[in-house]
């Protein structure tokens, strides 16, 4: 595992760690918390989007950016072989 992919692992672990802390915090209880997030109602799919949404849109946003940047190298890595090619030939 790369050193990028391990800060996002971590950074998603302490995004929801943290949240779950918080509300723990807010509402005085994590029994209250602990219901929310099993009681399968409207409250609880709420409280799952808020953990794991940005997590997931993070996530994909640094694979998409990943890919990209790897693509652009490797096409640009491609142009300058076959320029070296271009040169070698022509100066032969």
Do not use: C
């Not at 779950?20 to 005085?28: D, Q």
């Not at 997931?56 to 490797?74: A, C, F, M, P, Y």
């Amino acid at each position: 595992m790369s050193s990028w992919r391990k800060i996002g692992l971590w950074i998603s672990i302490l995004w929801v760690v943290g949240l779950l802390i918080f509300l723990g915090v807010v509402h005085s209880t994590w029994k209250t918390v602990l219901d929310v997030l099993v009681a399968g109602n409207l409250d609880s799919l709420t409280l799952w989007t808020v953990m794991l949404g940005p997590v997931v849109l993070l996530l994909s946003i640094g694979i998409i950016t990943g890919e990209v940047i790897r693509w652009i190298r490797q096409r640009q890595s491609t142009a300058e072989e076959r320029y070296q090619r271009f040169e070698n030939e022509h100066h032969e």
